[in-house]
């Protein structure tokens, strides 16, 4: 061969070798910046029938179980249209599915369809008949059987959004839910034998519409979103017959239908780039006039419930100074019960009830100041106002005591500092008070001063104090480590009875490790502790007089929960084509109730415990550039010593299984395939 | 000699797409090939990865260049890397948060997004790449099954509510902290998607709603002075077990004083019946209002 020749065939190995590695270039260019589509599709089993591990994902059964997820998303780019499809549970009770066509920057539309199950953890074993139907009869079957409590949420969504020329859009939504299953449910009664409660099946059957339009606006200055909403609740079932005792508690009245529309229009405007504006009013009309399911005395065939709500709110924020900014913020909100009052019930007035309908008004105004001034060395500082008042109606004749007002200042302050790039932390105090108008008492039949030793929760003079503080440090580049506490403290003043103070403490310390460029590990830990302290007294007089005697004690009950909870993670790549990982999590929860003093005819109740542990690993072995082989292993384990229901028998010989051991071996195995 | 040098100018040229001339071409956005020529697909962080996301659909005429977010950054590219870029988004970079939430916030300060700047998110310098990832494809803040533990990296008391014997199913992945609140403010209160708490629950739980000829008036004033949406360790997200939970409200006339415990004397005395099972709902079955307009006097405690 010449040298020419030769020279020749170099050129044209070279000009090959080039055109390899240009187009090798391109494929991991076009491999890193297209986007991925993936399907799996595998089996799992589990191992043992539950009520907790599946409890929301329908894994429930020992058995298999198709396992299929989805992720299909192609681009065209010469026009930037999406067609998204994708799944997850698509085997199970649990699956979601969801299709979006968009042409980006122009229009676009989706449907959704998505199922939520949940299983009661409880199995009622009962003779209930009928438990699915609006006519159940107690003790209509002669052996009782197992009931699986369940319910199924599958809701279906479509929406469409387009944009419209300069820099306007609009967009439709309408979502339809279906729920169905039955909840625990019961009755009162009495016999011979005096009052004694049922069991019953709440039988679920509702169907929840809602759909939303609204056309929006956005420049640099302004933005603006116009909505309606509108709402739409159906009980296919409103009605509850029950028979089979003595109980005359039938027909029972199950949620009625209502339904609601809301104009809304909610904006913003950039005053300058350090000054903004935001906004918001909204109308909302709601309205219940389903039919009655028993008759009415007044001639009404339904209550004419109506609400109307009007929402506003109106806020600022302003960098005043390069170190100073302000913060304010408004809002008012009236929900008007403007429901017809008629006096459904035709009795003669007792000390709790007058007969009528007690239509429930609130008028809620919420004020916020805040000022964030920039210190040097790195430190922020934080101080902020907050207002709140809440004004009431009520009937004149009440079952506790009422405050038609309450008022709550809060004042804030925070000191932030990011003391380098490694460590960071806040400190934060908060003191709020509250009080409120003079109460509006009890009374009993004839006008006189009835039984007024509670302050209800929500209407009761409260000082609160909360001290949080945070600490982040990234110790080196491959460690990160954050702390949190926080210290609360609430006292209830005024009443003997009723909630007298409480506390809440919580600590978590988190850790995030990169152990090498293959292994990164995680860990938290975390406690809570809340106590409160509640005092009453058994068998006090219409007039509020407690006996205070062994047989009828003034009681006090410290209940307390405490809570602690570790998690630990692992994600590795130990070779290119396998990926590895497992997460450990346990948690403890303790109920505690130290009473006393107690009736004599009482046991204390003992503390619970809920336990549960679950561990998961997780393997992924790449087949080829497109097939993967993923493993997976769950170990889930529930445990309690809850005495709830294992002590408890329906007066109709109904009793509850509380599972409260539960352990379940989930195995999985998918292929996974990129399309 | 001659023939390798015109070997090595014929096999460059081959190599590249546009003549040299036209300085490096763009891989995915536009004007990115300043970047992308060190920045490329051999790059330990996967910046070509945006391509995959909207923010990489050229066909979209909106959406940014490189310097759209990460400025200029001409220090940075004449010094061959040796300077940073003008904006950096990393957890530790010099950047100041509002800077870098400005350049976000120059496209996505609509929608959903419009009360930002009154958030507390804002005002405490949460940055939007915080919780948000943008050179991928899979933003775990804006998956459901994922969302929820970028949520928790701060909000490590929620994390141990969740994990709670009653609980919404969030770490099934069925439903995430955005179906309740918007990270990105909201005109409402504790950031929620809707303008309160009982406008937020009634989302999923209308049948709550009413009004009912009998109503109960903490009901509707707010779900969450008896239910902690966060989880429990009572059944049904409640802050405390009956009768407790009741007492804290009711006076102790009649049985309503009745010591919680086990034992008892049965019917509505202290005890076990009042205590066990449904405690106090399992007479007071309607315990969120009845609109049973029966002419009886029993009517009004939510029993019928």
Known sequence: ?????????????????????????????????????????????????????????????????????????????????????????????????????????????????????????????????????????????????????KTLRKALSAGFEGRLTGNWNFGVRFSSEDKDGRRLFGRSGSGATGSFQEFLVDPIDYTTRIWEANASYADKKLQLVAAYTGTNFENHKP????????????????????????????????????????????????TQDATFIDTSTVGRTDLGGKVTTLFLQGGATSRLTRDLTLLGNLRYENRDDKTPVYDYFNITTTNTATGENEP???????????????????YTATGGLDYETKVRNTSSVRVVSFRDKTEETTLRAELRRLMSQTLNGSIAFLHSSRGGSDWQTTTVVGGGLGSNLVQPIHLADRERNLLRGKLGWAASERVDVNFVADLAKDEYGGRALGLQDGKATHFAVDAGFRATDVWTATAWLSTDDNKMTLNSCEAASGTGVCPGTAADPIWQAKLRNTGIAFGAGLRGKPRERLELGGDLQWMSDTAKYDQGPLDPNVQPLPDVTFKRTTFKLYAKQAVDKKMSLRAQYVFDRFQSDDWNWANYTYGDGTVVLPNNSQKVHFIALQLMYSL | MRALLVLLWVANALAQ??????????????????????????????????????????????????????GASEAHIKAKGNEKPDVLFSKKAATPVQVRNATCLNCHESGKRIHWAMSVHATRDIACTSCHEVHTQHDRVRAKADQPDVCFSCHTEIRMMVNRQSHHPVREGKVACSDCHNAHGSAGEKMLVKDSINETCY???????????RTHQPVQENCALCHNPHGSVQDNLLKARGPFLCQECHEPTSHRGGTAGLGGLGGTSPGASITLARSCLNCHTNIHGTNNPRDVSNERTFRR
Not at chain 1, 360 to 378: C, P, Q, V
Not at chain 2, 207 to 213: A, H, I, T, Y
Request: proline content about 5%; overall charge neutral; hydrophobic content about 30%.
């Open chain 1, 239 to 286: 009605r509850l017959d029950v028979s089979g005792t003595t109980s005359t508690f039938s027909p029972i009245a199950l949620p009625p239908d209502n339904q609601s529309h809301q104009l809304a229009l909610t904006g913003g405007y950039n005053f300058s780039s350090t000054t903004r504006s935001t906004f918001k009013a909204a109308y909302t009309y709601q």
């Open chain 2, 17 to 70: 797409d546009k003549p040299a001339a036209d300085g490096p071409k763009d891989l995915v956005l536009r004007g990115d090939g300043a970047c992308t020529r060190c920045h490329n697909e051999g790059d330990n962080y996967p910046v070509l990865a945006i391509g995959k996301t909207k923010h990489g659909t050229m066909a979209d005429g909106r959406t940014p260049s490189c310097t759209s977010c990460h």
């Open chain 1, 360 to 378: 429930r008004s609130i008028k809620t105004t919420n004020g916020k100041l805040e000022a964030i001034y920039r210190l040097a060395n790195g």
């Open chain 2, 203 to 213: 989302s999923c739980h209308m049948e709550k709603r009413g009004p009912f000829v």
């Open chain 1, 1 to 149: 061969m010449s040298a020419r020749s030769a020279a020749r065939l170099g050129l044209l190995a070279l000009a090959a070798c080039a055109r390899l590695w240009a187009a090798e270039e391109d494929e991991e260019i076009r491999a890193q910046k297209t986007p991925e589509a993936t399907l799996g599709a595998g089996i799992g089993y589990v191992s043992d029938n539950n009520t907790r591990f599946g409890q929301y994902t329908g894994l429930t059964k020992q058995g298999l179980y198709p396992l299929i997820d989805l992720d299909l998303r192609k681009r065209d780019e010469a026009s930037g249209t999406w067609i998204n499809l994708q799944g997850r549970n698509l085997g199970l009770e649990s699956n979601e599915l969801r299709f979006d066509h968009e042409r980006q920057g122009k229009w676009g539309y989706f449907i959704d369809y998505n199922q939520t199950p949940r299983y009661s953890p409880y199995t009622p074993v009962t003779r209930l008949a009928n438990p699915d139907s609006t006519s159940q009869v107690v003790n209509g079957v002669a052996v009782p059987s197992e009931l699986e409590m």
